[in-house]
């Protein structure tokens, strides 16, 4: 390009030089930005600008203090007069234009020395045009912001606020202002040459209107993704040429062609770079024992973060770039990472395959592309840390492919998966929460069971303990049962296990193909044969509300069946097995006969556990969250309330025995725990029901339940309830 005439230049020094111009040495003397060019820009407030401007007054902060910039090219025609139009450096011109006045007033240089900034000037309006005149003779006193200064000056009308380039030239100013306010001698560091920039001149051909459509694409800025690639190529650069060269031609060439089949409808793969660039930062910060929640969102800063030359490990984060990137661009054929993907995961159980919910995309990788960071300032996000971890394994694997067979690979990958659905409360890399930021020695558990297919039991606080003990153990039993591996994965892979099999357990696995059975079969049955085998309730934490199955509601039995802070859980699964037990394929009416036995053998009997109204009545089991409060289970088991909601109490929650008997003078506004009768109320004791007066809250009748030594009614006191209110109120009934 030296034969082209480009050389280097500050901004001080490009006005004291002289040019070919024709057969003549011209000096420049004046820089116009012409009619046809679009208004200064950097100034206006829009996010994506605002991020620039920023950016861009950080670089020039950081020449004038430590290491000195060069910036891009400047492209112009110089004309006999030594007049030079600019076709492309417009915004970098008028930034330097403003940054030499500010030092020039703020250090008191003389007016001889900065009279050359009289020689720029915008042709757009003439209030851009007489702005420039009037900036350069004013002498602000730095006692408010810049442009309120400005703006009170007689020589500003009113109306020249409406310029854009104006109003553009007094935000930057204000600017320049906050990032230099503190920093000295600039004026010194710009005659330095702390800042230059290459001008190549554009000889004889003409500055038309059609040139500078062609060659500048006015109103098309700079995507924020060349920006980007333009700044990372600086920081490599600053490490090492021949890296920066390495990362950039990568970026250019093997990247973009391997993210091209991901394009969107603009057909760019920009957003799509960044934010798989924002993943691979997060994974720098978790694996440096940091959280992303204390990062910047801005993928400028993150450059900054964790590739700049100043950092001790940039070396090591660049390796880990490439790495990340060239993983996915190793395959052979016409082999593509959505037909790798496509073998690895599936919707539904299919052998070899790890499965997802339906509402994840199979092709996680095109899934980090699509969703993983809010690159376009939209505040969406939908690639939580769940698929973070995933999405991680499988790039470890695809990095050390080499090492690790496709059939290892997608059993380790299981184990992953088998852990992460069952960590919810564990997987955050947020210290407000109670897990604390575990996701750095999460990682490191993923590292060990790809590389390795082994759980580094060493690590502490990292996923569910209880499924970390369940994959040690299924490891094992894979090992010695190779014949039934198939088996256990489709256990896994039930709706109701989402991996954990604890239930279950693993000494039996002919129970395996029975717990399908089972759970194909209706809920309510299942729900009220177990009940009649016995109590295979769950506690929770609070000690009051208990957890028990739903004919509605999945999650009341994965609640149930996945090991938490609730207590019962051995029982619970003593129960199932037990019903396990009994036979091979599991239908309705086998149910029905397990159920209806419990009920004919209570009442010959006659001995009504809280169970059998249970199973006998369906007002006890309305097919919603399967949660029931009780206040002492041990000692009042009658005194209970159905839930209708997960946790809270609600208008709908209501004590069973009194809706069995009047559903419609059931009181709401007591949570279902009074039957109103007029001025009188009837409630629900262990061993009796008691009527009540409205006003004074005395008791009046109390209809007595008979009970053996054990505490269980030895009569239905539902039906004798019902002959209660019958005999004596049955105009209200």
């Known amino acids: 390009m030296n034969e082209m005439g480009t050389a280097l230049y500050t901004y001080i020094e490009i006005f004291k030089n002289e040019f070919q111009v024709g057969e003549k040495r011209i000096r420049l003397n004046k820089i116009i930005i012409p009619i046809i060019q679009r208004d200064y820009a950097q100034g206006r407030i829009e996010p994506e600008i605002n991020r620039i401007r920023a950016r861009f007054l ?93 703006i009170d000056q007689a020589w500003f009308p009113l109306d020249w606020k409406k310029d854009p ?68 190529e600086r920081e490599l650069k600053k490490i090492d040429e021949s890296i920066a060269q390495r990362i950039i031609g990568k970026i250019d060439i093997d990247w973009t062609d391997m993210l091209w089949r991901y394009r969107n409808e603009d057909y760019i793969i920009d957003y799509e770079f960044l934010r798989y660039f924002r993943f691979i930062c997060d994974v720098i910060c978790y694996r440096e024992g940091g959280s992303s929640q204390d990062k910047s969102n801005d993928e400028f800063d993150l450059l900054q973060e964790y590739f700049s030359s100043e950092k001790n490990n940039c070396v090591a984060n660049i390796q880990t770039l490439e790495n990340f990137f060239d993983c996915w661009c190793h395959f052979q054929g016409n082999e593509t990472p959505s037909h790798f993907l496509e073998r ?102 993923v590292d060990s069971i790809i590389l390795n297919g082994s759980i580094n039991q060493a690590l502490d ?86 957890q028990l199955g739903s004919s509605g509601n999945m999650k009341a039995w994965r609640k149930l069946f996945h090991k938490s802070a609730n207590s019962g859980f051995e029982r619970t699964k003593h129960i199932l097995n037990e019903l396990l037990s009994k036979k091979e394929l599991f239908t309705d009416d086998f149910l029905d006969e397990i159920s209806n036995s419990y009920i004919i053998e209570s009442e010959n009997k006659q001995c009504f556990d809280w169970r059998y109204y249970y199973i006998k009545y369906p007002i006890f089991r309305p097919g919603s969250f399967g949660k029931y409060y009780w206040n002492d289970f041990e000692n009042r088991p009658y005194e209970f309330s159905v839930m209708q909601t997960e946790t809270n ?85």
């Open 344 to 445: 690895l995961f599936a919707h539904e159980h299919q052998e070899g395959k790890v499965k997802v919910e339906n509402r994840y995309n199979i092709n996680i990788f095109e899934d980090c592309l699509q969703n993983y960071a809010d690159v376009l300032g939209n505040g969406n996000r939908q690639f939580p840390l769940n698929r973070f971890i995933m999405l991680y394994a499988v790039v470890i694997y695809l990095i050390n492919r080499d090492s690790i067979s496709e059939k290892d690979f997608s059993r380790r990958l299981r184990i992953v998966n088998n852990l992460v659905q069952n960590s919810e409360d564990e997987i955050s890399d947020s210290d407000l929460r109670s897990s604390g930021n575990r996701m750095p020695v999460i990682l490191l558990q």
């Open 461 to 546: 606080k990292n996923l569910n303990n209880n499924q970390l003990a369940e994959e040690i153990l299924k490891i094992e039993w894979v090992e010695n049962n190779l014949e039934k591996q198939e088996m256990l994965y489709r256990l896994e892979d039930h709706d109701l296990l989402y991996g954990q099999v604890s239930i279950i357990g693993l000494d039996n696995p002919e129970y395996f193909k029975r717990f399908e059975s089972l759970f194909s079969c209706n809920l309510d049955k299942v729900d009220c044969a177990l009940l009649a085998i016995g109590n295979y309730a769950q506690r929770e934490r609070n000690g009051r509300r208990y």
């Open 165 to 232: 380039t104006i109003s553009s030239m007094l935000v930057m100013l204000d600017a320049i202002s906050e990032e230099f306010r503190d920093t000295k001698d600039i004026w010194m560091k710009l005659k330095g040459g702390a800042i230059s920039f290459y001008f190549l001149p554009i000889k004889d051909l003409g500055l038309t209107d059609e040139l500078y459509i062609k060659m500048n694409s006015r109103g098309k800025p700079l995507t924020k993704f060349e920006h980007f690639k333009a700044e990372l």
């Open 649 to 733: 109490w609600s208008e709908n929650t209501y004590q069973p025995f009194l809706k069995a008997v009047s559903a419609k003078r059931l009181s709401r506004d007591s949570y279902g725990q009074r039957i109103e009768l007029g001025k009188k109320y009837l409630i629900c004791e262990n061993s009796s029901f008691v009527l009540k007066d409205t006003v004074t809250d005395t008791e009046e009748i109390k209809v007595s339940i008979a009970q053996n030594d054990q505490g269980f009614d030895v009569g239905n006191r539902i039906m004798k309830l019902k002959d209660f209110l019958h005999h004596d109120w049955g105009n209200l009934i």
């Open 58 to 150: 950080q670089s020039l902060h950081q020449a004038i203090t430590r290491q000195p910039i060069t910036l891009d090219f400047v492209y112009g025609d110089i004309d006999v007069n030594g007049i030079m139009t600019p076709l492309d450096g417009q915004q970098r011109l008028t930034a330097l234009f403003l940054l030499h006045w500010y030092s020039a007033k703020k250090e008191g240089i003389p007016d001889s020395e900065y009279a050359f900034l009289k020689n720029f000037s915008y042709e757009i309006r003439y209030s851009s045009r007489d702005f420039c005149s009037f900036l350069v003779d004013f002498n602000p006193t730095f006692s408010m912001s810049l442009s309120e200064e400005i």
